[in-house]
């Protein structure tokens, strides 16, 4: 299997300090989450990864991963991806609302653009189809010169969708709990079924029977007709496990064999004809998007997951929140910040409380005293957050401020605008010229501080104002020129979140997330 390629630095960490011991704590993640997939008339399997901005296909026989599309543009967030009789490939690209056409000489050009959130994708006999992940969003054919036909609204989230064998098209309804099929030509749309959990994705096997994928649970919903009808499914239904979390999208092979993907860890399941299931490709992080240490172990805030990392096994769990992006250790708690504005506290394996919103990009929370401080990068400021969710300013006149991290009673921040790491109580440099400075630990009485824009782990002496590299060449992603330094959309599901630095102390050593690669690095020092 090829080595998941991204955009940003470095490659393979070097130590560049005396006695620094480096170790693989988490392997890398060959997919930066896994959605949309479609077989591609060369056979592979191509897949569309949201967080990574990147399509690639797979050799079944080989193994071998081919990036096709990406990951340093024009892409944004492809989601969903189908193939047109003349080979070409139709990619959703969601935040930017774009749909793109892959011609089969490789050109790329847009087709349809201004769609709310595009999802899902079909094409039926030379005609396009696309739906909205939006709350009232709208099924939609793509005409020519970027035009478009509405066939039905009021979606409650559209996702993976297909043509059945009458010749309707059926779509899910993922918040509804629905799925629908329409007329291609027009016509009242008709719900097929309801009282569903997450229904993502509607597939068809070659036997006509419907496959309703749970986002979920992660099972597939098999509908037959009548003939298919017992007296222990006297409905005809039968409900499969897959195993994977945040399950997304499915794909039929020419053999029967099922192929899941999981948005939430990447990875690719094959459920075979024979009942038997296959990993086909591992699940892992996305990010990391910030680790902490808490009850023995190392958590990752992973965009929509907590992962618990234990002996190098990453353990995903939903929280019921998205954008996680900074993660700090309360107690036997843990407190962590959304990209959606949002402070949010638990534990693993529960779903989290609401402990403050409405701020401006907080990332970096740090327990200092009992109290809950965070970053807010948006309005350059640190600001305690009360257990009443009440929000204090501690400090303000900070150029994006990314993390904190408490040394010998003093909280630090890390001012990624100016380059420094700062003194909250009275803005006091420790180090300066800094190459974009985000991740901030505080261990053995220094600072570490991951310089993000050069792939860099560096030591920060408090008491002297020193600056010494521990690790370089860590692969650490950027976001492509195209997508805005912040990330794209506004915190929701639907957007593809700005990297984020992060590290934490944990067993005595330092602990780095590669958001290149999807790896964790222990670092002894």
């Known amino acids: 299997m090829t080595a998941r390629p991204f955009v940003g630095v470095g490659g393979t960490p070097e130590p560049l300090a005396p006695g620094v011991v480096l170790s693989e704590l988490v392997p890398p993640n060959p997919l930066h989450a896994s959605n949309g997939l479609a077989f591609g008339p060369d056979g592979r399997l191509w897949i569309a990864q949201f967080l990574g901005g990147t399509v690639s296909a797979l050799d079944l026989t080989t193994g071998e991963l081919d990036p096709v599309l990406g990951p340093g543009g024009p892409l944004t967030a492809p989601d969903d991806l189908a193939f047109a009789d003349d080979g070409s490939c139709y990619v959703v690209d969601l ?35 696309v739906n909205e992940l939006a709350p ?11 035009r478009w036909r509405g066939m039905a609204d009021g979606l409650a989230l559209g996702n993976a969708m ?23 030509d027009g016509g009242e749309p008709e719900c097929l079924l309801d009282g569903l959990d997450r229904p993502v994705a509607v597939r068809f096997d070659d036997a006509g029977r419907m496959l309703v994928l749970s986002n979920a649970d992660g099972s597939v919903l098999v509908v037959g007709d009548a003939a298919e009808r017992t007296s222990t499914r006297p409905d005809g239904r039968e409900r499969v496990g897959t195993g994977v979390v945040g399950a997304d999208n499915l794909a039929v092979g020419p053999d029967g064999t099922w192929y899941v ?75 962590a910040t959304t990209e959606g504005g949002e402070v949010r506290s638990g534990r693993l394996g529960a779903r989290w409380g609401r402990r403050a919103s409405g701020l ?33 300013p501690v400090a303000s006149g900070l150029d994006r ?59 920060v002496d408090p008491r002297t104002r020193s600056a010494r590299p521990v690790v370089g060449n860590l692969p650490l992603a950027t976001l492509p020129a195209h997508v805005p330094a912040h990330g794209s959309g506004t915190g929701s599901i639907a957007q593809r979140p700005a990297p984020y630095a992060a590290l934490t102390v944990h067993d005595g050593a330092l602990v780095v997330g590669l958001t290149g690669t999807g790896g964790v690095l222990r670092v002894g020092c």
Do not use: K, M, N
């Not at 009232?136 to 970027?146: A, D, K, N, S």
């Open 136 to 146: 009232r969003g709208r099924l939609l054919e793509v005409l020519p010169e970027g």
């Open 401 to 459: 401020p990314v993390d904190l991290a408490v040394a010998d009673g003093e909280v630090w921040v890390s001012d990624a605008g100016r380059g420094q790491v700062v003194r909250v109580s009275d803005g006091l440099v420790a180090a300066a010229g800094l190459a974009r400075p985000e991740g901030l630990v505080a261990h053995g009485g220094d600072l570490y501080v991951l310089e993000a824009a050069a792939g860099r782990l560096t030591r």
């Open 95 to 129: 935040p930017p609302g774009l749909v793109w056409r892959r011609a089969p000489d490789g050109a790329l050009s847009v087709v349809a653009d201004g769609i709310l959130a595009p999802d899902g994708i079909a094409t039926w006999r030379g005609r396009l189809f």
């Open 162 to 184: 297909a043509v059945g064998p009458d010749g309707r098209l059926a779509y899910p309804h993922l918040l509804g709990g629905e799925v629908w099929a329409v007329d291609l």
């Open 261 to 335: 993907t999981g948005a939430f860890t990447g990875g690719l399941v094959a459920l075979c004809p024979d009942g038997s299931r296959r990993q086909v490709l591992p699940p892992g992080l996305c990010g990391p998007f910030g680790l902490a240490s808490c009850g023995g172990r190392v958590v990752a805030a992973d965009h929509h997951t907590l992962a618990a990392i234990d002996d190098g096994a990453v353990d995903a769990h939903e929280v019921g929140v998205h954008g996680l992006r900074g993660i700090a250790a309360l107690g036997p708690e843990l407190v």
């Open 360 to 392: 401006d990009r907080p990332c970096g929370p740090v327990a200092a005293g009992g109290e809950v401080l965070v970053a807010e990068s948006g309005s350059g400021r640190v600001v305690r957050v009360g257990h009443a969710g009440e929000v204090d």
